[in-house]
Nanobody, 121 residues
């Protein structure tokens, strides 16, 4: 059984930083791709950061230059470093992953339960 468990969310003031983690069991990040997705109340889900199977990273325009996706193979954990946070970054953040070779996008095959990020002005 695959489990992705997010942590690291919380409340922070605008301009602050957080690092989200997503620990995997039953799945090895090195075998596929991964993506961080967020959803704010009343809004559609948004992919904010993607790491393809060949470790190319892409970002939504709204977070580019502020967020960074990374992976620790030894810990089998995915991270999202978020700097210069804005109130509009407030959302539930999910990690998702998929095994296999994906070089243009990453399907949301496995999902975590999410971690809440709240940014106050």
């Amino acid at each position: 059984e695959v489990q992705l468990v997010e942590s690291g969310g919380g409340s922070v003031q605008a301009g602050g930083s957080l690092r989200l983690s997503c620990a995997a069991s039953g799945y090895t990040y090195a075998t596929g791709c991964a993506v961080w997705v967020r959803q704010a109340p009343g809004k559609e889900r948004e992919e904010v950061a993607t790491m393809t199977t060949d470790r190319v990273t892409t970002y939504a325009a709204s977070v580019k230059g502020r967020f960074a996706i990374s992976q620790d193979s030894a810990k089998n954990t995915l991270y999202l470093r978020m700097n210069s946070l804005k109130p509009e970054d407030t959302a539930m953040y999910y990690c998702a992953a998929a095994p296999g070779v994906y070089t243009a996008y990453c399907p949301w095959h496995y999902w975590g339960q999410g971690t809440q990020v709240t940014v106050s002005s």
